[in-house]
């Protein structure tokens, strides 16, 4: 955490190897995913006050979460599915025919993601239970990073299948 020139390190307590930080909300809370000994990841939630607590999806595996949204509704992955988190149930959301990441929720429930459908992948919004593709037209690929509490989708696009063909987007699906 850096406030003015002050950096305090981000550290789940149980982390042996590392701890990624990758979604926050108005409130402060963080969620991520931290690396134990044996190199399993597993999900968190830190709230503002400093406190941890773990998120597992509760079957064994590699929990990675992703997003929060001002509600505290969580998502994630979990082995190739995509995971939803909220007032502690696990639900899951797979785009249909290949391993989901969820990378990002609004505070209206529209979540963002990819799916692994295509060699490429497959960028995807699902808001209303209906998977929308993303996809910049004409590009080699299109990923999805996040989405603002708001609905404006991040992410980047390879204009051909060379990683210096690189552009960054921001995008509102109708």
């Known amino acids: 955490m850096l406030n003015g020139k002050v950096f305090t390190p981000i550290v789940e307590p149980k982390a042996v190897i590392g701890t990624s930080v ?5 409130w402060n809370t963080i969620v991520g995913w931290y690396l134990d000994s044996a190199e399993n990841s597993h999900g968190f939630k830190r709230s503002s006050n400093g406190s941890f607590v773990t998120l597992d999806y509760p079957s064994p595996g590699a929990t990675e ?6 509600s505290g509704m969580i998502v ?3 082995f190739g ?11 899951t959301l797979n785009y249909p025919g290949g391993s989901t ?9 529209a979540i963002v993601g990819e ?19 993303i996809a910049v037209p004409n ?24 990683e210096n063909s690189q552009h960054g987007f921001t995008a509102r699906c109708k």
Do not use: R
């Open 115 to 133: 799916s692994s459908i295509t060699e490429s992948g497959t960028a995807f919004l699902y808001e209303n239970g209906v998977f929308k593709i």
């Open 101 to 109: 990441t969820l990378f990002g929720i609004s505070n209206a429930g």
């Open 76 to 78: 994630g992955s979990h």
């Open 65 to 70: 979460l992703a997003g929060i949204n001002d």
């Open 81 to 91: 599915a995509g995971v939803v988190y909220f007032n502690g149930k696990w639900a």
């Open 139 to 162: 590009s080699f690929a299109t990923e999805v990073q996040g989405i603002s509490p708001d609905g404006l989708i991040t992410g980047y696009v390879l204009l051909t299948g060379n």
């Open 22 to 26: 990758q979604g926050i909300n108005k």
